[in-house]
DNA sequence: ATGAAAGCGCTAACAG
DNA sequence: CTGTTAGCGCTTTCAT
């Protein structure tokens, strides 16, 4: 019961013909008889011949897989950006090996060191834990070491390295949110979702969009209504809310960096029998398909993840195609999408 | 700025050894004087060293990598069940690729014939559009074609053939959760998920248990509350309930045979004002994170995902060992969680 | 404990 | 248009 392994050659001998006819054919190359190649195919057909990838794979060098590294599928963000990935890639004749860091600085490290090379020709890295200077260290290492794998940073623009980057405008967006709150009306808005990593670029730039919109509309800044959590998740948001509320020092709105937060902090408000929007306005940051099914749906800024994707595809295969390409960074667009979470 | 391409041999004569030398180091193979491991190591360390593993892999005829198809990544159930596998295979040194088939047949069929043939060496599968006979057809096909590659199939028992089954008795749980709300004293309780495709395995059973729910409870059945969708979506399940509101024959319960459909349902009914569980009590399918965060909360049939992933992993991992095991069948845990869409 | 050499299945030169 | 042949980088006998 043991699987027959069956190669051009044999192929090769029952259609009658040479190996390099076989893999002219399998690759489809033009010059090849229309009588050989019905042969040939039959003869595929008969053996149930499938091309050993990893030969081909050795042979060509390449394995046309890239991998897409992310801290988790199960944050729906991630997930959404891998099945618009995974697409994208396929269309391109590109498989996409997914990698789950965790978020974890040391597997970010494997991924940005390439510790799958030769089974990967790149990869599209969604960094979280990794700081700059962590980038810059494993990719400037030592002169005589190799160039690293061709790389698309995703997010923020992290590193001055060899390395393209698709940005999202963090302190724009950020501060566009937190000004739609400040136009309803409201004068204590909160900020969930800091953070004190030095790594956390992400957190850093929404805090500082943040910080831009209370300037310009003239609310003063109150240290209490920042609050830093550990994880984007729900039990974060609900968490942060949760101590809001208990600080006394209540809101009357929330820019949550994230929509996952900003559904936690959704649930901890109903709770408690507080209204959303009437008490507490809130907006998210993401658009992830959750927030267009809560009550209140939810107000967000919605990156277009279908750019991002696509593009992200793009710019790894040229940049695998031709190693020595400029370093590129491109931003992607994102809109405000108002919902019932701030009264639309 | 190529990147230069070092192998066994560039250690071996950086190292002053034979290839043999080098790759029982890598390989962690014992007889080795630590004195030349460390040499050894060195070199690797200077050249940057990294096995190519397509070489490996052609070489061993296995590549380490299994494959894990399922509809869609952005189906919660499937993105937690995604992160659980590939946590599970990292622990046993296997990669994992993930499969979108977009419960298309046609990519199911692909996945079912192991296209990636010597690219991956297991897979472990999750049907939707796939019939029983579709596999057969494929898995029986003609006595010359090889054995199929080694199969876990998840969810339904679909076939009687050389793979292992990890099962979730849907009719049973269905029923438990249809038997809860009509515990609950309601008697018009609506099934949301009829799927009329052949091939929806899933959704017939959870109909079965629906159905004999009714029976022992006592209730009739009423073919005005047997709701199908096109998908098992949010979007579906929304419909689903305006279709029902709609209809005048309004429930006042309602089991969706997932939790998006719960959700979407959840949504409609309040939109609409209605008050879960207050009218309309709700129970769903799955425990993903989003039912633990929706206000109300989601009553659900929680399988155990951590188990299914394992075991899994277990499964595929064994029967790629020893091609000619017996077909297993195994029966994963699943509970009742009774949250506050049924007035928990 | 280490070395030499064969060959996994494929593609790319190069012939014919 | 098709055939022959040489490796891709690694593991694996078989020697030593």
Redesign the pocket.
Known sequence: MDRP?V???DV?RLA??????V??V??GY????P???TRVEAAIKELN????LS??N????RTGIIALAVPELDIPYFAELARLVVAAAEERGLTVLIDQTGASREREQLVAEGFRAHLIDGVIFSPLALSSEDLAAIWDASPTSPSPIPTVLLGERVYEGPADHLVVDNVTAAKEATLHLAALGRRRIAAIGAQDDVAAETSRLRLAGYRLALEEAGLPWDDRLVVPVEAYHRADGARAMARLLDSGAAPDAAFCFNDLLALGALRTLLERGRSVPGDVALAGFDDIEDGRYSTPTLTTISPDKQSIARQAVDLLAARMASRASEPREIRVPHRLVVRESTGG
Request: aromatic content about 4%.
């Open positions: 392994r190669g051009l050659k090769a009658g013909v040479s190996v390099k006819t893999s002219n399998v690759n033009v010059h090849v008889t009588a050989t190649r011949y499938r091309p050993n030969a081909r050795l042979r060509q060098g």
